[in-house]
């Protein structure tokens, strides 16, 4: 199994600031993830963080608003740009493990 | 697109009853099938999984079935308990992609 942290577990954020989550998993891994998970709403994939390259975007999504960085096997940071209300949500960051997909355990992000 | 339905999305039971939660799915290419327990301020724990060479797979008190004809997989828990309530989450995806996730189903479990 993958065990993933994630900085800030929380943040409450002004309106057109940004913030910048970083991920960390305890072993090397080929593919992460970046999920977004509004108020009582299921996970959508924003993006995949490509090691060494530009993430792949989902659908809605672009990277203006929403960058991600990929150093290492280990390690991505994104970021939610230029914020607004409708940017409150939790986002969670994702390996592919051996056997299955491992998730962090969020950060709560609420945009005043 | 892919598309995964869930039901249903809340659910009532009392302890020592069995709970089902159903799925399907659009994509007949979704060879893996795992199911996923978010508790209150918690990312999502893999609680059980299913790949598309398997019927039914079985784990203590928690079973997942798989219809690939129908494109359809269920959630059986028997002899629920109140620290089952949380919600179940259904997902689906192909060798080395991501997880597409169903809209979740809250289940409380009452004493």
């Known amino acids: 199994s993958a065990v993933i942290s994630q900085k800030p577990s929380r943040d409450i954020c002004q309106r057109g600031t940004s913030l910048t989550i970083q991920c960390q998993v305890d072993?090397?891994?080929?593919?992460m993830f970046w999920y977004r998970q509004q108020p009582g709403q299921s996970l959508t994939l924003i993006a995949t963080a490509n090691q060494g390259s530009e993430a792949t975007y989902e659908s809605g999504f672009v990277i203006d608003k929403f960058p991600i960085s990929r150093p290492n096997l280990t390690f991505s940071t994104l970021t939610v740009s230029n914020m607004s209300p409708e940017d409150s949500s939790i986002y969670l960051c994702s390996v592919l493990g051996a056997d299955t997909q491992y998730f962090g355990p969020g950060t709560r992000l609420t945009v005043l | 697109g892919e598309n995964v339905e869930q039901h249903p999305s809340t659910l009532s039971v009392q302890e020592g009853d069995s709970a089902v939660i159903k799925c399907t799915y659009s994509d007949s290419a979704s060879n893996y099938f795992p199911w996923y327990k978010q508790e209150l301020g918690k990312g999502p724990q893999l609680i059980i999984d299913i790949r598309s060479n398997v019927g039914e797979k079985k784990d203590q008190r928690i079973a997942v079935t798989l219809n690939k004809t129908a494109k359809h997989f269920s959630l059986h828990i028997t002899e629920t308990q109140p620290e089952d309530s949380a919600v179940y989450f259904c997902?689906?995806?192909?060798?080395?992609?991501?997880?597409?996730f169903g809209k979740g189903t809250t289940l409380s479990v009452s004493s």
């Open positions: 072993s090397q891994v080929t593919m």
């Open positions: 997902a689906e995806n192909q060798a080395g992609t991501a997880l597409i």
